[in-house]
């Protein structure tokens, strides 16, 4: 063991193990300062009607902007935030960054639909989590139907029955629910059907070959026809191209989002973005 060898302890390690571990502890204490001094960053990305390509709603997505540094991508520090505990705090950060801007937009007439928010395994547990979602929607003025909240499958398949106690209380407050990355975890149908769900989001895995493969596109139908079925919108994540538009249409899937209508956008550039007619037809 490295420890036998006294001071040498480093040794053990090679360079990439290293580099790995200083860029954690990097991220993770620009992380906490970030949190420490509210600068957590929220980007919009527009979900739109697949028939009109009109805007009808929005995601928030959370970034990290270190000056000089440049931006972080969730990907990157979201398992890291999971596992020290902190996000929790960010969670309520962009929850309340979300909701005062959506208040504002929503005073000015400017957007119509919800916001989603993407809530962690972490905060989905929480005991008082729809105490502390009501807490920030009534301090920052918003009412809870403008707010979607976006869930795995994987949270709510932990323990589903306790998932669908925690989403009825939700719902009972008027908040919306989307089940998020649809089809790449292992939800069983039984409970699909039991969710108190509104919303299925189709992985962007299925629509990234969905004019290659019939399997993908024969996949995207059946899911589609499915939630329909059973009463749920659905959106398409990563549209990327038209053509892809147009198959997700065809399938009666009705909403996207994908960086052929929008990538996320800061707040200034989402609201430039909506006050713009469509562009693309
Ligand atoms: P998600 O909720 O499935 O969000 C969709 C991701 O796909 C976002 O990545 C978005 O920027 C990206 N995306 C959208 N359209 C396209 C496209 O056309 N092509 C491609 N290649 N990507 C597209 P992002 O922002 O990096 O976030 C990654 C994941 O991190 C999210 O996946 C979500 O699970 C998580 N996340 C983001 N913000 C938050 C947050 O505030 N709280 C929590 N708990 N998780 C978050
Ligand atoms: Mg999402
Ligand atoms: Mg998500
Ligand atoms: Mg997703």
Same mark, same amino acid.
């Given at each position: 063991?490295?420890?036998?060898?006294?001071?040498?302890?480093?040794?053990?390690?090679? $360079?990439?193990?290293?580099?790995?571990?200083?860029?954690?502890?990097?991220?993770?204490?620009?992380?906490?300062?970030?949190?420490?001094?509210?600068?957590?960053?929220?980007?919009?990305?527009?979900?739109?009607?697949?028939?009109?390509?009109?805007?009808?709603?929005?995601?928030?997505?959370?970034?990290?902007?270190?000056?000089?540094?440049?931006?972080?991508?969730? @990907?990157?520090?979201?398992?890291?935030?999971?596992?020290?505990?902190?996000?929790?705090?960010?969670?309520?950060?962009?929850?309340?960054?979300?909701?005062?801007?959506?208040?504002?937009?929503?005073?000015?007439?400017?957007?119509?639909?919800?916001?989603?928010?993407?809530?962690?395994?972490?905060?989905?547990?929480?005991?008082?989590?729809?105490?502390?979602?009501?807490?920030? #929607?009534?301090?920052?003025?918003?009412?809870?139907?403008?707010?979607?909240?976006?869930?795995?499958?994987?949270?709510?398949?932990?323990?589903?029955?306790?998932?669908?106690?925690?989403?009825?209380?939700?719902?009972?407050?008027?908040?919306?629910?989307?089940?998020?990355?649809?089809?790449?975890?292992?939800?069983?149908?039984?409970?699909?059907?039991?969710?108190?769900?509104?919303?299925?989001?189709?992985?962007?895995?299925?629509?990234?070959?969905?004019?290659?493969? $019939?399997?993908?596109?024969?996949?995207?139908?059946?899911?589609?026809?499915?939630?329909?079925?059973?009463?749920? $919108?659905?959106?398409?994540?990563?549209?990327?191209?038209?053509?892809?538009?147009?198959?997700? @249409?065809? #399938?009666?899937?009705?909403?996207?989002?994908?960086?052929?209508?929008?990538?996320?956008?800061? @707040?200034?550039?989402?609201?430039?973005?909506?006050?713009?007619?469509? @562009?693309?037809?």
């Amino acid at each position: 063991h490295a420890k036998n060898r006294g001071g040498h302890s480093y040794q053990f390690f090679n $360079d990439s193990m290293n580099k790995n571990a200083v860029r954690r502890l990097q991220v993770e204490n620009q992380l906490r300062q970030a949190l420490r001094n509210k600068h957590i960053q929220v980007m919009y990305q527009p979900k739109v009607s697949l028939r009109t390509y009109e805007f009808v709603g929005l995601e928030a997505l959370v970034r990290l902007n270190i000056p000089g540094t440049g931006v972080i991508n969730p @990907s990157e520090f979201i398992p890291l935030a999971e596992e020290t505990g902190l996000i929790i705090e960010m969670g309520e950060q962009v929850l309340r960054q979300t909701c005062r801007d959506m208040c504002q937009w929503v005073k000015q007439g400017m957007v119509q639909g919800r916001v989603a928010v993407n809530l962690s395994a972490k905060q989905f547990i929480q005991p008082d989590l729809t105490q502390r979602i009501m807490t920030i #929607l009534r301090e920052e003025n918003l009412s809870p139907e403008y707010l979607e909240l976006e869930i795995t499958e994987g949270v709510v398949m932990e323990d589903p029955e306790r998932a669908i106690e925690i989403m009825t209380e939700l719902n009972n407050c008027g908040i919306h629910l989307a089940l998020d990355d649809f089809g790449t975890g292992y939800s069983s149908l039984a409970y699909l059907k039991r969710f108190p769900i509104q919303t299925l989001k189709i992985d962007k895995a299925f629509v990234d070959d969905i004019n290659g493969a $019939d399997r993908d596109r024969n996949m995207v139908a059946s899911i589609v026809a499915m939630a329909h079925n059973m009463g749920l $919108d659905v959106v398409a994540e990563g549209v990327v191209n038209t053509a892809q538009a147009a198959t997700l @249409s065809r #399938l009666s899937c009705e909403f996207a989002q994908g960086y052929l209508f929008a990538e996320p956008l800061s @707040s200034d550039a989402f609201l430039a973005h909506i006050s713009v007619p469509a @562009s693309i037809h």
